[in-house]
C-alpha cells in the first residue's frame, strides 16, 4: 500500500519540560513513574492507497513505561469525526503503524492497543501559541520556545521520534487530558509544534 502525508505537528506529553525520552533518543527515563502522550497530526496533503486524507487530523495517544524501550505500550487512536470511513480506514493503518513507515517503528512496543475513537478535533493558533482541544479528552496550550531573535529551538539528530529528526520545542500549560483510561495535567509540561512529511 502506497501513501504520504504532511502537514503539522502537535504533542503534549506529562513530563515536565523538554521530555528526557525525547531529548536522549529513548535512552533516558520519562520524568515521572511512566509517560503519557498525545501525538497530534493535521495532515494537509495525504493519499492512502488512493484515497485523499487532506483535511484530517488524528492523534495517538500512548501510556509507556518510564524507560520507553522497555515497551509494553498501552495506545490508542482517535480521528477525527470529519473524516470519512473510507478516509478513517487508511488512516488508522497509518497512523497505528500497520502501513509502516515512521509510526510502524512504535508499534512493537505497543502491547495494548485499546481501539479507534471518532472525536471532533480543534486547532486555533494565536501567534506562537496553539490550543489544542480534542471532543472532551484533550485540551492543552502549546507555547513555542524561541531564542531572543525569535528563531524557534530546536532539538536535532532525534531519530527514535516519528515526527523527528527536528523538532520545534513547546511548553505545554492547562493541561487536561483523558482518554482511553490514560489521564493527566498540570502546567509547564513538555511539547513540540513543528511540520511533519511521510510516505511510504
Same mark, same amino acid.
Given at each position: %500500500?502506497?501513501?504520504? $502525508?504532511?502537514? %503539522?505537528?502537535?504533542?503534549?506529553?506529562?513530563?515536565?519540560?523538554?521530555?528526557?525520552? *525525547?531529548?536522549?533518543?529513548?535512552?533516558?527515563?520519562?520524568?515521572?513513574?511512566?509517560?503519557? $502522550?498525545?501525538? !497530534?497530526?493535521?495532515?494537509?496533503?495525504?493519499?492512502?492507497?488512493? $484515497?485523499?486524507?487532506?483535511?484530517? *487530523?488524528?492523534?495517538?495517544? %500512548?501510556?509507556?513505561?518510564?524507560? %520507553?524501550?522497555?515497551?509494553?505500550?498501552?495506545?490508542?487512536?482517535?480521528?477525527?469525526?470529519?473524516?470519512?470511513?473510507?478516509?478513517?480506514?487508511?488512516?488508522?493503518?497509518?497512523?497505528?503503524?500497520?502501513?509502516?513507515?515512521?509510526?510502524?517503528?512504535?508499534?512493537?512496543?505497543?502491547?495494548?492497543?485499546?481501539?479507534?475513537?471518532? !472525536?471532533? $478535533?480543534?486547532?486555533?493558533?494565536?501567534?506562537?501559541?496553539?490550543?489544542?482541544?480534542?471532543?472532551?479528552?484533550?485540551?492543552?496550550? !502549546?507555547?513555542?520556545?524561541? *531564542?531572543?531573535?525569535?528563531?524557534?529551538?530546536?532539538?536535532?539528530?532525534?531519530?527514535?521520534?516519528?515526527?523527528?529528526?527536528?523538532?520545534?520545542?513547546?511548553?505545554?500549560?492547562?493541561?487536561?487530558?483523558?482518554?482511553?483510561?490514560?489521564?493527566?495535567?498540570?502546567?509547564?509540561?513538555?511539547?513540540?509544534?513543528?511540520?511533519?512529511?511521510?510516505?511510504?
Amino acid at each position: %500500500m502506497a501513501w504520504s $502525508v504532511e502537514g %503539522m505537528y502537535y504533542e503534549n506529553c506529562s513530563c515536565d519540560a523538554v521530555c528526557p525520552c *525525547t531529548w536522549s533518543n529513548l535512552t533516558r527515563a520519562a520524568t515521572n513513574d511512566d509517560c503519557r $502522550v498525545a501525538l !497530534l497530526f493535521e495532515v494537509e496533503r495525504g493519499d492512502v492507497d488512493g $484515497v485523499d486524507v487532506a483535511g484530517t *487530523t488524528c492523534v495517538v495517544v %500512548m501510556q509507556t513505561p518510564r524507560q %520507553m524501550l522497555e515497551g509494553n505500550f498501552k495506545a490508542g487512536l482517535i480521528i477525527g469525526s470529519d473524516a470519512s470511513d473510507e478516509q478513517a480506514e487508511g488512516l488508522t493503518q497509518v497512523f497505528s503503524g500497520a502501513a509502516g513507515g515512521p509510526m510502524g517503528g512504535f508499534a512493537p512496543l505497543i502491547s495494548d492497543f485499546v481501539g479507534v475513537e471518532r !472525536l471532533p $478535533v480543534s486547532v486555533e493558533h494565536e501567534g506562537s501559541n496553539h490550543h489544542i482541544v480534542v471532543g472532551d479528552a484533550l485540551d492543552f496550550t !502549546l507555547a513555542k520556545e524561541t *531564542t531572543p531573535d525569535g528563531d524557534p529551538i530546536e532539538l536535532t539528530n532525534i531519530v527514535s521520534h516519528p515526527a523527528g529528526p527536528t523538532l520545534e520545542v513547546a511548553v505545554a500549560d492547562q493541561v487536561e487530558n483523558s482518554v482511553f483510561g490514560i489521564d493527566w495535567s498540570g502546567d509547564g509540561l513538555s511539547g513540540f509544534a513543528n511540520r511533519f512529511s511521510w510516505a511510504a
